[in-house]
């Protein structure tokens, strides 16, 4: 596939209706982008995260579970593999942050979802054939843990559990814990301030609370903030499931995308699983 067959959207300004088709844009977009630092080739563990929100986003669409929630964790999970192998600052990743705004308020019509994931599959089928055609590839690698004392707490509305972690990880362990509490006029930077902060932990806890109520296929349950899902798969792609903890409190629903993490239930207040976080903290040399 030549580069002039990808979407207008991945380099021009979002438009509010899907796009008719693909034009030649996107040669420039890959033109602007290959050019920035952070970049020379994609290499495959990258494109894996593509994959990954390409596949998240028909099942979506197959078990008919799109919706303001779900769509916006998968423009959350689209930015971030773009942001891996173009950087911060390529014009493709600024699109990707319109997109997620966008899918956050007011929120995308599934017709425009649908032309989306159909694009990001042409983005993702060009960026194959380019890996393909180099023997220059690097395997992926989760990257080089920090060798710092914070940890970082990722989670929702709950942010009395979230402040009880942080005391507990602070007081009790002599960690530095890394807590981001949203306040007003602060959402259009929350993503550059997680990325910021999160570069430097060398272990996270994720806190999985019912916070959303979700109705699939005649069934109702509640699941973790989109947040939540986005920034725990962020940390598993950059530190490995081994420093990743899931928190999970009672009624909350977790995907299968997770099974395999290691998880920690508890009933009402995560003070009550204080043997089990040390635990987790000794067996991943947290601390002694």
Known sequence: MNPADLPDWL???????PTPGASDALSRAIAASSSAPTTSMPEKGSIQKLRDAVAFGKRLLEKKTANKATILQWSRQM???????FGKDAPITKNLDLLVKDANQPGLSLDLFTQRLADAEIL?????????????CQISTTARVPTTKSVFIIHG??????????????????LKPIIILATAGMSHYLSDKFEQDAQSCTFAFALFTPDDEVANSGQIYNQAR??????TGWFIGRLGRQRVILLL???AKIHSDLEGVSRIEFANKVEEKFIEIQSELKAAKIIV
């Open 249 to 251: 409190k009672a009624g």
């Open 226 to 231: 989109p947040n939540v899902f986005y920034e």
């Open 124 to 136: 993702l089928d060009h960026l194959n054939k380019v890996a393909n055609s180099s023997l220059s």
């Open 157 to 174: 509305h709950d942010e009395r559990n979230a402040l009880s972690l942080s005391q507990l990880l602070r007081d009790k362990f002599d």
């Open 11 to 17: 380099k021009l300004p979002i438009s509010p209706q």
């Open 79 to 85: 930015r971030f593999a773009v942001f891996s192998f």
